[in-house]
């Protein structure tokens, strides 16, 4: 079997008294495979936690069916359990008094494992990420990037074959995301039959992790593709900035023309040198030589240049109609 997860038309309401019901999930279908990182994007509202707590058996679909390792998450979720992780960003799960290697058997013995095997996975993967010299310390006492690396380690000691993470690296500084990320994906690699359900705010995050994203807003799924797929459908332009010695409207207007339709030109400044830009955008790659060319005819010396390429971010953008930044005014469910 190759599906890790399979959700198909899933569907939740809330209601709530007083008000009229809230539609958080409207028909949402998708499957990850095993050996995948799969991310699930959206705004605050948009329905990913949901989606999350559904599969990892902490919230009952109104309608739909989830599988999870081939198990019903609803008629089969003593079985589902055993074989899920689940870490969200920010989150204090345990008891602040203990200490990290405490907290971390504590987790490994309401999963069942053996003591010995619980030890030795723990101090592995607390070298991973750089904490086994910390690992006396008290819980309370760990600084936020600290306690979230924990929180990694406490999901990968049970060894689960599906991994969800819901913002892991929110709120954490650049060494301990990049840190985390790498031992996810290092993770994932090291056995094919493992696939991990990420959600993030950082799009750089999932266009470096994951083969697939869905993009969810208002309970529905607006795309689910590679990233670089859903990049080269955004705009399948190549796109330039070139700083020049010189330039005035009328070369650009007559190098526009020589271009041809579809190909656009705009020129402003360079920030840092004030120096002219032309923010330019062709109909194809092959089109950049001849434009080259253009600019040495009307004495025009190239001093900088720069190819721009599409991110998730603009992709997200279009999408949704907002960036993540934007404050969401949506119902505070998700």
């Known amino acids: 079997m190759h599906t890790s997860i399979q959700v198909e038309n899933l569907t939740r309401v809330f209601n709530r008294r007083g008000t009229a019901p809230f539609h958080a999930l409207q028909g949402v279908s998708f499957d990850v495979s095993y050996g995948e990182i799969f991310a699930l994007l959206g705004p605050n509202g948009a329905g990913k936690t949901t ?9 009952l679909p109104t309608s739909g069916r989830v599988t ?41 013995q309401f999963y069942g494992m053996e003591t010995p095997v619980a030890h030795s996975r723990i101090e592995h993967y607390l070298r991973m990420v750089g904490m086994w010299d910390d690992r006396h310390q008290q819980m309370n006492r760990l600084s936020t990037g600290m306690r979230q690396k924990v929180n990694l380690v406490r999901g990968l000691v049970t060894d689960p074959k599906v991994l969800f993470l819901d913002e892991p ?24 039959e493992r696939s991990v ?10 266009d470096e992790l994951c083969s697939r994203v869905a993009i969810i ?29 010189q330039i005035n409207q009328e070369q650009v207007d007559s190098i526009a023309t020589d271009m041809g339709e579809g190909n656009d030109f705009s020129l402003s400044s ?65």
Do not use: C
């Open 51 to 59: 989606t999350i707590k559904i599969m990892s058996t902490l919230l």
């Open 68 to 108: 999870v390792a081939g198990f019903d998450v609803e008629r089969d979720y003593a079985r589902v359990r055993p074989f899920i992780s689940l870490i969200s960003g920010g989150e204090t799960s345990g008891y602040g008094i203990l200490r990290v290697e405490e907290q971390l058997w504590m987790f490994s």
């Open 270 to 334: 360079d920030k840092v040198t004030n120096n002219p830009m032309l923010a330019v955008h062709l109909t194809s790659e092959g089109g950049i030589s001849r434009l080259i060319a253009l600019l040495t005819e009307q004495s025009v010396s190239v001093e900088y240049m720069r190819k721009l390429e599409p991110t998730l971010e603009d992709v997200f953008l279009k999408m949704v109609g907002r960036r993540f930044e934007d404050e969401e005014q949506a119902a505070p469910v998700s």
């Open 217 to 245: 807003n208002r309970g529905l799924i607006l795309a689910n593709a590679a990233p670089s797929r859903l990049k080269q459908d955004l705009d399948s332009r190549a796109h330039y900035e070139i700083t020049v010695d």
């Open 197 to 206: 359900i990420l959600t993030t705010h950082y799009m750089a995050e999932a």
């Open 169 to 192: 690296t929110l709120g954490v500084d650049v060494e301990a995301s990049v840190i985390i990320r790498g031992m996810v994906r290092d993770w994932v690699i090291e056995k094919p």
